[in-house]
């Protein structure tokens, strides 16, 4: 059993900047990738970013590349997704997500373990 919590959402400007935490416990967070997932009113669930427990990075690079970065601490057991020149339409609920793949896995069928969420609104 892993369980997640996440932290940092909040109501930020366009243009802004959030850093959102997820903090692991339970069994060894360093053997799990690690994944940032969102949903939007109205949408379904999309991944954002993953990491593996190596290293590996992907990111959704339609709308999030170039904007947020993944990175990890294996020793605190966290995940942190930060978010950067950020658009009204990156207003969703932020799910932190642990996978036991060996990859980057950007299905969420392939999580198995998640936290409750938080809420990231992006308006002026």
């Known amino acids: 059993q892993v369980r997640l919590a996440e932290s940092g959402g909040g109501l930020v400007q366009p243009g802004g900047s959030l850093r959102l935490s997820c903090v692991g416990s339970g069994r060894t967070f360093s053997n799990y990738a690690m994944g940032w997932f969102r949903q939007a009113p109205g949408k379904e669930r999309e991944f954002v970013a993953a990491?593996?427990?190596?290293?590996?990075?992907?990111f959704n690079e339609d709308s999030v590349k170039g904007r947020f970065t993944i990175s990890r601490s294996n020793g605190e057991n966290t995940v942190d997704l930060q978010m950067n020149t950020l658009k009204p339409e990156d207003t969703a609920v932020y799910y932190c997500?642990?996978?036991?793949?060996?990859?980057?896995?950007?299905?969420?069928?392939?999580?198995?373990?998640w936290g409750q969420g938080t809420q990231v609104t992006v308006s002026s």
């Open positions: 990491v593996a427990w190596y290293g590996f990075k992907r």
């Open positions: 997500a642990a996978s036991r793949s060996d990859g980057v896995p950007t299905d969420e069928e392939e999580y198995g373990y």
